[in-house]
């Protein structure tokens, strides 16, 4: 029997009925077509189904949709904001943090929880805030900088808007 939920996602209330046994990541990617989510493992290995959920990083294969209900959800595709990027976009382009892309919105979903709670991580604080996070592409340095990169610019102050 399909159930009611309305969440928040990428800043638009979403009420949709759906499967109880449906996961997250196929609500997202099937019913909102917000196929920056990847589905890499179904096993919550790879992390390529990260997204936010509340603030906090989570791997949407293995959280059921009926979970989010009342969450307020953040996809790979709400990160850019009045079409500019978001830092850590603009930093994986920058630092060439990606090669396929595959890992790439999880991997930049787990960075953004990252720098939410830690917005000056050093590089081993950044490589344990990826754990759980595979690239089987990169030996992860270019993944560093990217967030590195992303971090100074979030740090430095705004230049005034001059009148």
Known sequence: MPTKITMTVNGQSVTKEVEARTLLVHF??????LTGTHVGCDTSNCGACTILVDGNAVKSCT???????????????????????????????????LQCGFCTPGMIMAAVALLDRNPNPSEQEIREGLEGNFCRCTGYHNIVRSIQYAAKKINEPKKAVAS
């Open 63 to 97: 959280m059921l949709a009926v979970q989010a209900d009342g969450s307020e959800v953040t996809t790979i595709e709400g990160l850019s904001q009045n079409g500019e990027m978001h830092p850590l976009q603009e930093g994986f382009r920058e630092e060439h943090g």
């Open 28 to 33: 997202l990617r099937d019913n909102l077509q």
